[in-house]
């Protein structure tokens, strides 16, 4: 097998060469492992397990620590820094940081992971032959999921975020102790805001689909987002001039999730409610407080009181 980056092969000790450290052999190719990668002592006839990397003058070399991530493989890597222009740092377990290049991350700044986050990545070489990880997708992930269960339905869980799209945000929902998680979506109608990768997220599952994957949302459900969307509403109102605002149940969907992070639909729901309390009323594709629903923000004004 010829000695490439990004394994973890059994050597044996050829050597030790001061004040670099040993070369290791698998019969055929030397390479250095310096004495800062050792674990422990080792010396000429030893076997020793190593992980093969570049190190900073682009030289095949072995360590002894533990990487968290091999060739091939996909893991959870924490960022812990960002180059403006080559990419982002990934921890991989070593001392030494793995490249994400910003050539594997969205286009928008604003969906690319920030520092602490955590992505799942797979790790391959790139022209030179050098250590570099790209985002792991459906190809990679897929076969470590499971199907999510029944049980999940409507409860609050955690998700992470693995692939951004504007029709939708791919995620992973943990699994906690059934096991790696479950792929689902968040369809940009579920959304209330945009997404970026490694972030994590609150979601609620509304849907299994056959093959084990899940339709979530970010909203809750009809009848508390009611009450929520409405209160926000109110709030708003109340804080206008006039208590009046440009927005009515005629307002398109876009502007009314950019204003208020809500869908038409939970808008137009939570208008409802507010008319049927007496609360607001609509004319010429204006919303207006009523007259009881400006006496309702004067009880609230803690100066009304004085």
């Given at each position: 097998?010829?000695?490439?980056?990004?394994?973890?092969?059994?050597?044996?000790?050829?050597?030790?060469?001061?004040?670099?450290?040993?070369?290791?052999?698998?019969?055929?190719?030397?390479?250095?492992?310096?004495?800062?990668?050792?674990?422990?002592?080792?010396?000429?006839?030893?076997?020793?397990?190593?992980?093969?990397?570049?190190?900073?003058?682009?030289?095949?070399?072995?360590?002894?620590?533990?990487?968290?991530?091999?060739?091939?493989?996909?893991?959870?890597?924490?960022?812990?820094?960002?180059?403006?222009?080559?990419?982002?740092?990934?921890?991989?377990?070593?001392?030494?940081?793995?490249?994400?290049?910003?050539?594997?991350?969205?286009?928008?700044?604003?969906?690319?992971?920030?520092?602490?986050?955590?992505?799942?990545?797979?790790?391959?070489?790139?022209?030179?032959?050098?250590?570099?990880?790209?985002?792991?997708?459906?190809?990679?992930?897929?076969?470590?999921?499971?199907?999510?269960?029944?049980?999940?339905?409507?409860?609050?869980?955690?998700?992470?975020?693995?692939?951004?799209?504007?029709?939708?945000?791919?995620?992973?929902?943990?699994?906690?102790?059934?096991?790696?998680?479950?792929?689902?979506?968040?369809?940009?109608?579920?959304?209330?805001?945009?997404?970026?990768?490694?972030?994590?997220?609150?979601?609620?599952?509304?849907?299994?689909?056959?093959?084990?994957?899940?339709?979530?949302?970010?909203?809750?459900?009809?009848?508390?987002?009611?009450?929520?969307?409405?209160?926000?509403?109110?709030?708003?109102?109340?804080?206008?001039?006039?208590?009046?605002?440009?927005?009515?149940?005629?307002?398109?969907?876009?502007?009314?999730?950019?204003?208020?992070?809500?869908?038409?639909?939970?808008?137009?729901?939570?208008?409802?409610?507010?008319?049927?309390?007496?609360?607001?009323?609509?004319?010429?594709?204006?919303?207006?407080l009523t007259e009881a629903g400006k006496k309702l923000g004067e009880k609230g004004d803690p100066e009304s009181e004085q």
């Open positions: 097998m010829t000695m490439e980056a990004g394994q973890v092969l059994t050597l044996r000790v050829a050597k030790e060469v001061p004040p670099y450290g040993f070369f290791v052999t698998d019969g055929t190719r030397e390479v250095l492992l310096h004495y800062t990668e050792k674990t422990r002592n080792i010396k000429p006839g030893d076997s020793v397990e190593v992980f093969l990397f570049y190190d900073t003058e682009d030289r095949l070399a072995a360590t002894m620590k533990k990487p968290l991530i091999r060739l091939d493989e996909v893991a959870l890597l924490e960022v812990v820094d960002i180059h403006p222009r080559i990419g982002t740092f990934l921890d991989m377990g070593l001392g030494r940081n793995l490249l994400l290049p910003f050539s594997e991350q969205p286009e928008m700044k604003e969906l690319r992971p920030q520092k602490g986050d955590r992505v799942y990545v797979a790790l391959q070489h790139d022209r030179q032959g050098r250590l570099v990880a790209r985002l792991a997708g459906e190809a990679e992930l897929v076969p470590l999921a499971i199907p999510a269960p029944s049980t999940w339905i409507n409860q609050w869980m955690e998700a992470r975020v693995y692939k951004p799209l504007q029709l939708g945000t791919f995620v992973v929902v943990d699994g906690g102790v059934a096991g790696f998680g479950a792929i689902g979506m968040i369809h940009s109608s579920e959304r209330t805001r945009m997404l970026r990768v490694g972030e994590t997220v609150k979601v609620r599952p509304v849907f299994i689909r056959e093959d084990g994957r899940v339709n979530l949302t970010m909203r809750e459900s009809k009848e508390k987002g009611r009450e929520e969307d409405s209160t926000k509403i109110l709030d708003f109102l109340l804080a206008r001039p006039g208590g009046a605002m440009p927005y009515s149940d005629s307002t398109q969907a876009d502007i009314l999730m950019t204003k208020f992070g809500v869908s038409k639909g939970a808008f137009k729901r939570a208008l409802g409610k507010l008319m049927k309390e007496g609360l607001i009323e609509q004319r010429e594709n204006w919303t207006y």
